[in-house]
């Protein structure tokens, strides 16, 4: 078995916060509510430490404010937070600690002229479940001529693609993942050492040497044990069905797909959070026939300040 180089998919990304976590005061209020209590003289994080077991946990920091006229109020949704490592953890506007990569780092919140600081560290990154990463976009009918992959040749099955994208709110292990389709009893692509934060893509070609130069996303040759015979991902434009299978073994994501996507890619619909699958041209404002690393339209994947509602 060949497998890639060690690659780390790594950028900031997030999204919202866990239903079940409750903020002790309710919800945050409205910062303007402050406005009434003259100047902020101190600033104070409960807890000034958070461990989070792995990536898959979060905690809770209230940001307390004293004030000019003797007030002591619940800060939290005016916090400025700044990291050291911003590859380590998020804070949301609700105070919810996220944890994107195993580390420690110093959080500092800032309200008005007054900062505090919280220490955070992260200790290990989940394996995925099933739904964190979705299957966005395939691409089996190769338009004649189009180097897809960016790679300056035109590959035929080598520009054939499988786009996934993290669509949870955890960064999670790829290390020992698989990519499989329903024709061959062998795994059409093994994943390296890596992880993915949320709202990040990899996009695995048929083979080649991809090169599209598009941030948080990263894209691959497919590495299997094909040898000589080199079907890449062997993506059947009759119909197919792809699947991703944990290291365990256990199914993350499944496509299928028929024969109805003639020379162009299909994709989720609405992206990330579909069921059902479009021919790629029929999304509104779609770039063409196809858009590795990007929603069809040609715009990023949400960043983290996007999905944390920052």
């Known amino acids: 078995m060949r497998y890639p180089p060690l690659v780390a998919l790594l950028a900031l990304a ?23 209590h003259g100047t902020l003289e101190a600033l104070s994080l409960d807890p000034t430490a958070v461990e989070l077991p792995t990536t898959r946990d979060s905690a809770l920091v209230v940001a307390t404010g004293s004030w000019s006229d003797g007030a002591t109020t619940d800060v939290t949704a005016m916090c400025a937070w700044s990291f050291v490592d911003y590859g380590v953890a998020a804070v949301d506007g609700g105070g919810v600690v ?19 600081d919280m ?15 979705v299957i966005n976009e395939i691409l089996a009918g190769v338009p004649e001529g189009d180097d897809v992959n960016g790679d300056g040749s035109d590959g035929g099955k080598q520009e ?85 299978l944990g ?12 024969d109805s996507f003639p020379e162009e890619s299909l994709v989720l619909d609405p992206e990330l959070d579909g069921t059902d699958y479009i021919e790629h041209t029929t999304v509104p404002g779609s770039v063409g026939a196809y858009s590795p690393c990007t929603l069809a339209t040609g715009e990023a994947f949400p960043t983290a300040e996007e999905r944390l509602g920052e």
């Not at 996220?98 to 505090?116: K, N, P, R």
């Not at 990899?202 to 015979?229: E, H, K, M, W």
Request: charged content about 20%; proline content about 6%; aromatic content about 6%.
């Open 119 to 133: 220490e955070v560290s992260v200790l290990a990154v989940a394996g995925p479940a099933p739904g964190d990463i």
């Open 14 to 36: 997030g999204c919202a916060a866990p239903e079940d976590t409750a903020h002790p005061y309710g919800e945050p209020g409205d910062p303007n509510e402050n406005d009434n």
């Open 160 to 244: 054939q693609f499988v786009e996934l994208v993290n669509a949870s709110r955890f960064t999670v292990e790829l290390t020992g993942a698989t990519l499989w389709d329903s024709d061959i009893a062998t795994a059409r692509h093994t994943f390296g050492a890596g992880v993915l934060l949320p709202g990040d893509s990899t996009v695995i070609f048929g083979g080649g040497q991809p090169s599209l130069g598009v941030q948080r996303c990263v894209a691959l040759g497919a590495y299997n044990d094909d040898g000589d015979s080199s079907p890449g991902l062997a993506l059947d434009v009759g119909g197919d069905t792809v699947r991703l």
């Open 98 to 116: 996220y944890g994107l990569g195993v580390g420690a780092t110093m959080a500092t919140c800032q309200v008005e002229e007054q900062t505090a």
């Open 247 to 258: 290291a365990e073994g256990g199914e993350l994501a499944v496509a299928t797909y028929d």
